[in-house]
């Protein structure tokens, strides 16, 4: 796409090796520090390039990777493409907020996105005769469920939405609810067509930060950036 990119990119200043096999992608990069400072032994900062924070250190013995995303299709794009293609990064799970549409999910619930729909463009890029649907890697999302089974927490597989707009003035986001699509978020879609593209394998654990069938469980951003463990600790042990 870009032909021959050396390492450090221009959005990563870490060297070959220094990111392990699967990277934790939050979006906020306090959230990667949060990830990193609570759950990582021997954290190390590998790249801090626009404040987008990485971290390589070990949980319970096993080598990984933290790395922030920034927010929407693009940003994501950008990062988890460097990963995988230049950086030899086989596994990226992102930890993520989402606003539910589902009825039977509420505050502090998980959602595990087995595909990704989406209003934007990401996939134009690849030119193909038809709609490509993304979606997550099989054995990733199989060890998330038994995870959420063995810890007892309130979950639900299926799809979500990646929209490229927050303030909607379309006010579209209940519509995708009929074709039982569970919440919505603004990264996975791209993070998805990324790793099919490369051959690499991606995942995407949300917590329900807020929703639009029940507005009085909405959260603040302090317990979206700190409090919502349950999904990182998901993701660590199946890293």
């Known amino acids: 796409m870009h032909g021959k990119i050396n ?30 400072k609570t759950y990582l032994k021997d954290a190390v900062l590998v790249n801090n390039v626009r404040g987008i924070n990485g971290y390589t250190g070990y949980y319970n013995g096993k080598r990984v990777s933290v790395m922030a995303s920034g927010m929407g299709q693009p940003s994501i794009g950008i990062y988890s493409y460097e990963l995988f293609n230049f ?16 009825k039977d999910l509420h505050a502090r619930d998980i959602i595990i996105a087995m595909g990704a729909c989406t209003n934007g463009n990401y996939a134009s890029q690849y030119r193909l005769p038809g709609t490509f649907s993304p979606i997550a890697d099989f054995e990733l999302t199989k060890k998330a469920v038994d995870e959420c089974i063995k810890r007892g927490l309130k979950y639900k597989v299926g799809n979500i939405l990646s929209s490229d707009t927050f303030y909607d003035d379309s006010a579209s986001a209940l519509e995708w609810a009929k074709m039982n699509v569970l919440g919505v978020e603004m990264e996975s879609a791209a993070l998805y067509c990324n790793a099919a593209r490369a051959g690499k394998k991606a995942l995407c654990i949300c ?23 349950k999904m990182m600790e998901v993701a660590l042990e199946i890293a």
């Not at 220094?18 to 949060?34: K, L, N, S």
């Not at 917590?207 to 463990?229: H, K, L, Q």
């Open 7 to 36: 390492v450090p990119t221009p959005h990563i200043s870490a060297r070959i090796g220094d990111f392990a096999q699967t990277v934790i992608m939050p979006g906020d990069p306090q959230r990667a520090e949060f990830i990193a």
């Open 87 to 102: 950086y030899n990064v086989e596994n990226i799970i992102r930890v993520g907020t989402c606003g539910s549409i589902d």
């Open 207 to 229: 917590t329900v930060s807020d929703s639009f069938i029940y507005p009085e469980e909405n959260t603040s951003a302090e317990e979206r950036r700190s409090a919502f463990t």
